[in-house]
Nanobody
Framework: QVQLVESGGGLVQPGGSLRLSCAAS????????MGWFRQAPGEERELVAT???????NYTDSVKGRFTISRDNAKNTVYLQMNSLIPEDTGAYYC?????????????????RGQGTQVTVSS
């Protein structure tokens, strides 16, 4: 059906930057809102940022001014540019997409999530 694959995580020092990517593939008709979640150990999953197909964005307060979400609709890919990283940004980052896709000759809707990529901010 639809697969999401994240990349770009890693270990970075406080104040550093990382760029996450998430590519969607499969029997996609259209992708509506895409977003990034994160989950730190022992914490609940947190919505970090979202972007609509038209480019409207929203961010959780803790990342405003530091993170930028963007997308390339031609490539079915969403990005998360993370600057001025702090240790509290550490966690597993997952992308999510609301997708209209083909299945059995019919159009269906569904939410899909990637497998996650780890971001660790530490000196």
């Amino acid at each position: 059906q639809v697969q999401l694959v994240e990349s770009g995580g890693g270990l970075v020092q406080p104040g550093g930057s990382l760029r996450l990517s998430c590519a969607a593939s499969g029997s996609i008709f259209r992708i509506n809102t895409m977003g990034w979640f994160r989950q730190a150990p022992g914490e609940e999953r947190e919505l970090v940022a979202t972007i609509t197909s038209g480019g409207s964005t929203n961010y959780t307060d803790s990342v405003k001014g530091r993170f930028t979400i963007s997308r390339d609709n031609a490539k079915n890919t969403v990005y998360l540019q993370m600057n001025s990283l702090i240790p509290e940004d550490t966690g597993a980052y997952y992308c999510n997409a609301a997708v209209i896709y083909w299945s059995g000759g019919q159009l269906r809707t569904g939410d899909f999530r990637g497998q996650g990529t780890q971001v660790t901010v530490s000196s």
